[in-house]
């Protein structure tokens, strides 16, 4: 009885304190996410050989995931998601580098884990605990104390961002690197941060691309036939075709033509594919949802009085919105191909249940303080 009274408690304080109109569109942006993968998906199943609705029903798994961790994040307190933060993100650390060694190649990349049958990205589950950690270093008021030194959290946070992007470049990872750095610029600037460090992130970041640019022929090659090349992108043209073809309204669910030859279309160029059998309008709405998740969250954000909090949530707001802008402007051809996937659209485990963990963080950070927290 009590225990049933506990729990009745518990989920009251959390929905009256919880932004219940995010979560919605949260759960509303992943249901439609399983419809665009249930349209899109099956003609790439068959070119691949296997069962037409295959990638649709690892999608639900996927999804079920990713709304699992949603609610579990957003339940918990500051300092739960701080310890398991700085658990997580080492053991994903450590895997990171473990894929380097496993050295299993899969799109010109070694980002992945096999294990049993199954495969993982390590970088994407680090995103979240990695902005968290950074956000608690970077708020850090006093000196941290590491073996015999006392070091600004600041400088910590520095550090563990370059050790981090160094072996997303040996992956390599540029487009995560450039998203990391754009993220953690933003956080030290909310953070009042000196402009000598900010230069020097900023410097550091440069050096990184002009590195990456000159080391790895395939960067190069991708931003130079971006710039300069008058040879179509077979993928991106055909995506700019399944704008024009879309029109408005669509032609209607299923009815997509293109889809049938873009090898990414349930992945990195799912939006394409909406925008031919849903219409434009269809990609409006995605596109409003995301911007209001992310104001919404912004707002709320705002109202944040420990600078922890504010840090964290707001990185994890602007990296989950920076992703969906990447990824439809590379289907728009306004940015080069970066292997970005559409939060909670595209198909993906690793990133529907990265993003889960993302969006719950920011619904538990962005709690109304009233009651219990």
Known sequence: MNRSFSINKTFY??????????????????????????????????????????????????????????????LCNQSLILHSSFLFGSICFILMIFSLLQNLVNNG??????????????????????????????????????????????????????FT???????????MVAILFFVVLSQFFIAGVNLKLVALITCT??????????????????????????????QVEKSIQAFKNGGLFGMGPGEGRVKKSIPDAHTDFIFPVIAEEYGSATCILIVSIIFIIFFRGLYRASKIENLFPLLASTGLLILFLLQ???????????????????????????????TGMILGIVLSLTRKKFGIR
């Open 165 to 175: 992007s160094l072996i997303l470049i040996k992956q390599p990872n540029y487009s």
């Open 109 to 162: 990349a070694s980002r992945w884990i096999y294990f049993m049958g199954f495969s993982f990205q390590p970088s994407e589950f680090i995103k979240p605990f990695l902005i968290v950690i950074l956000a608690y270093f970077i708020s850090s008021k006093d000196k941290i104390k590491l073996y015999s030194y006392n070091l600004d959290g600041k400088i910590i946070a520095f550090a563990i961002l370059t």
């Open 13 to 74: 304080f959390w929905i009256k304190s919880i932004d219940v109109l995010n979560l919605f569109l949260i759960i509303l942006l992943a249901f439609l996410g399983l419809l665009f993968v249930t349209t899109a998906s099956p003609s790439i199943a068959s070119l691949k050989g296997l069962e037409e609705f295959y990638f649709v029903k690892k999608h639900i798994i996927f999804m079920i995931g990713s709304l699992l961790f949603l609610l579990f994040y957003s």
């Open 205 to 234: 970041g440069l050096i990184f691309s002009i590195f990456s640019f000159f080391s790895y022929a395939h960067v190069k090659n991708r931003i130079i036939n971006y710039i300069f090349s008058d040879k179509p992108n077979y």
């Open 324 to 354: 969906a802008l990447i990824n439809i402007s590379v289907s728009l051809k306004i940015m080069p191909t970066t292997g970005v996937t559409l939060p909670l659209i595209s198909y993906g485990g690793s990133s529907l249940l990265s």
